[in-house]
């Protein structure tokens, strides 16, 4: 089932006018709420805008740089966003070790801010995202935006906004996007050894 759902996932950019129900929205966002974090922190709070207006500053804040102006048609849009924590994580120094002095070093906001991803939303993020396809609903992850931007337009206080996620019913035909073989993405015991054997 899920390799079923992974086979037809794509990035849909052309949505319908479908409103997606709040029974479903629930659903999407329990998938979310179940998944792991490091040491259990759960660091997250995901932002549900349904709010037309609010989509549509979305968008804008998507289209400074780049033109996605097709996010303003998504019925729904979830900001992932994160804790921000006060130290730097001692985690970091063990995972880097030849790092060590110029972590120690790294000013904590800096550090916030590269570090955002490591406090794991792509996880529930990419649930989320599979758990609207068993709904029939596709989705885009919008990583090209100004987080800033949007965390002031949903007043994100003590978070970080890391990404944000479309989501829709397709109004386009379904696609297919290939995928590279198992042998050209694996390697066995040693990185030499390439391919699963």
């Known amino acids: 089932m899920l390799i079923d759902l992974l086979r037809k996932r794509y990035s849909c950019r052309k949505f319908s006018e479908k409103i997606i129900s709040r029974e479903i929205i629930e659903y999407i966002l329990e998938s ?3 998944s792991p974090s490091g040491g259990n922190e759960q660091p997250w709070k995901f932002g549900v805008i349904t709010d037309k207006e609010i989509i549509c500053k979305i968008s804008e804040a998507a289209s400074m740089k780049y033109s996605q102006k097709w996010i303003s048609k998504a019925p729904l849009i979830i900001v992932l966003c994160t804790q921000i924590f006060d130290n730097i994580n001692e985690n970091l120094y063990n995972r880097f070790p030849s790092m060590y002095d110029r972590i120690k070093i790294m000013d904590n906001n800096l550090y916030n801010i590269i570090n955002m991803e490591e406090h794991q939303t792509k996880i ?4 989320m995202v599979l758990a609207a396809l068993e709904y029939g609903i596709f ?6 935006i100004d987080c800033e931007m949007v965390g002031e337009l949903i007043g994100i206080n003590g978070y970080y906004v890391t990404n944000v996620i479309a989501f829709g019913y397709p109004n386009e035909e379904l696609k297919i996007n290939p995928k590279k073989d ?6 066995t ?8 054997r």
């Not at 529930?124 to 649930?127: K, L, R, S, Y």
């Not at 198992?182 to 390697?187: E, V």
């Not at 015991?189 to 391919?195: E, K, M, S, V, Y």
């Open 139 to 144: 989705s885009t992850w919008i990583s090209h």
């Open 182 to 187: 198992l042998i050209n993405i694996t390697f």
């Open 32 to 34: 979310g709420r179940l």
């Open 189 to 196: 015991n040693h990185f030499n050894n390439t391919g699963f």
């Open 124 to 127: 529930p993020g990419e649930h």
